[in-house]
């Protein structure tokens, strides 16, 4: 799916934008919807009719719940959620259910080892959204089904986020103007996520993917730290680079999708790393989860409960494996810790809040990228009883630099003082070609090249 993804970009996609803007504003949803289902088919023909079910059915129950009222409008919404949810549980989780039943009870229940369809946990959090704000009266029913359709199985960010609210899009796909100045700008973002994700992550994120390969016990103390900490902008950079991507290409149609990340890692707090990490995620919980379940408004131990519930769906929804609830409670654990009074310390001391932020989440990218239980305990021991070793002399001079420019990329440090000192239309112009070029030569010739939250 990554490598007929970029297949798609650099092919099907002018086309799709010559024709976009060629057409009468009246069929540009139209054309959108059109490409969007053939990029979809191009990585996963199968699952197309998957996606169209979801289209028509959550269509047609949403004209129902603003049509009815009182109880039989309450019955269709809950019915809603759970055709939506249960679609999400039986692909994304029934061979994980099935599996721990068989284990547990020495069962031996049948299961194919379904596989996941692309961006399935993105479009069903966007289709329960609208839903939601059907039903609550925040939005109006769209009764076009073309402009529905588009929300849906927008190609833009259908793989990967940012997670695209129905409310935050919902004008836009009536009426959208685009001119020069979004197109410049969306051209920007698209160029720096392209460069984020094949010229960083793919090149620090080969240092973790030695790593694995060599296995945990043949590593040193050293090398595993310098491991996790290259997952960890690895993921960044991958994540980021296509939110970005996906933002750009946005304007460049007239869209404008919300913002996926903020410098997560200039953060002195884990509760504030959540508000700079996946912000569409973080805010969609927030607002259909957290506060329908009483938010911080009915107790402390309630709190508590509300946040267990979040954190452990937070965990669950990356993936159906034991290791990212974990890391979901994890999370949870820490800012519990931090609601009782840590944060206010950490607010007066800004060098050992960042260095406690940093560690601690490191910490939890062990938990992410590590499947297996037993592996993860063997990392730990690896981080944390002193292994020593001189391997890890060999991969710093290979990485020294790409570590380097990861790390200060990752910082707000360049834009501030590019912003400050050096802003001009040229000197963007020649910056943005130049690292346009870089990156299609890295994916010419890189055969290192994973979406990782393709995945998810």
């Not at 793919?202 to 491991?227: C, D, P, R, Y």
């Not at 000192?421 to 910056?431: A, L, Q, R, S």
Request: charged share 10%; hydrophobic share 50%; proline share 2%.
């Amino acid at each position: 799916m990554v490598f007929s993804s970029i297949i798609f970009m650099f092919t099907f996609l002018p086309i799709i934008l010559v024709t976009y803007y060629l057409s009468p504003r009246k069929l540009k949803n139209f054309i959108l919807l059109l490409g969007s289902l053939v990029f979809y088919a191009w990585g996963e023909p199968i699952y197309i009719i998957l996606m169209i079910l979801t289209i028509v059915i959550n269509y047609v129950l949403a004209l129902l719940i603003k049509n009815q009222k009182g109880r039989r409008k309450k019955c269709i919404f809950i019915l809603t959620l759970v055709l939506n949810v249960g679609m999400l549980g039986f692909f994304k989780y029934y061979d994980f259910i099935v599996g721990n039943i068989n284990s547990i009870f020495s069962l031996n229940i049948q299961y194919n080892n379904l596989s996941l369809p692309i961006g399935i946990s993105f479009y069903t959090f966007q289709t329960i959204s609208y839903i939601v704000d059907v039903y609550l009266n925040k939005v109006k029913v769209q009764k076009n089904i073309i402009s529905f359709a588009t929300y849906i199985s927008m190609f833009l960010q259908l793989v990967a986020g940012p997670i695209v609210k129905y409310t935050d899009i919902n004008r836009e796909l009536k009426s959208r103007k685009v001119n020069l100045d979004a197109i410049q700008e969306g051209i920007r973002l698209f160029i720096l996520g392209l460069s984020s994700k094949v010229i960083i992550a793919n090149n620090i994120g080969s240092l973790w993917n030695e790593v694995e390969t060599m296995g945990f016990n043949n590593i040193s103390t050293i090398l595993a730290w310098m491991g996790i900490i290259a997952f960890s902008l690895q993921i960044y950079f991958d994540f980021n680079g296509y939110s970005l991507m996906a933002i750009g290409l946005g304007k460049i149609l007239g869209f404008n999708f919300p913002n996926n990340f903020n410098y997560p890692y200039e953060s002195r707090s884990i509760t504030e790393f959540w508000r700079r990490w996946h912000i569409t995620l973080g805010q969609w919980f927030k607002q259909y989860v957290y506060i329908p379940l009483g938010g911080n408004r009915l107790g402390r131990a309630r709190t508590y409960f509300n946040l267990f519930i979040v954190w452990f769906l937070t965990g669950f929804w990356h993936g159906a494996s034991y290791n990212f609830i974990l890391w979901g409670l994890y999370f949870f654990i820490l800012i519990c810790m931090e609601k009782n009074g840590l944060l206010n310390l950490l607010n007066k001391h800004k060098l050992i809040s960042h260095i406690y932020t940093i560690f601690f989440i490191l910490v939890g990218w062990v938990l992410f990228a590590v499947i297996d239980l037993n592996q993860i305990i063997n990392f730990f021991k690896k981080m944390f009883i002193f292994n020593a070793g001189n391997e890890w002399i060999y991969y710093l001079r290979n990485y020294i630099i790409t570590y380097t420019i990861a790390i200060i990329f990752s910082t707000s440090f360049l834009k501030k003082i590019y912003n400050k000192f050096v802003k001009n239309n040229i000197v963007d112009t020649i910056i943005l070609i130049t690292i346009f070029l870089l990156s299609i030569a890295y994916l010419v010739d890189s055969s290192y090249n994973p979406f990782l939250y393709f995945r998810f």
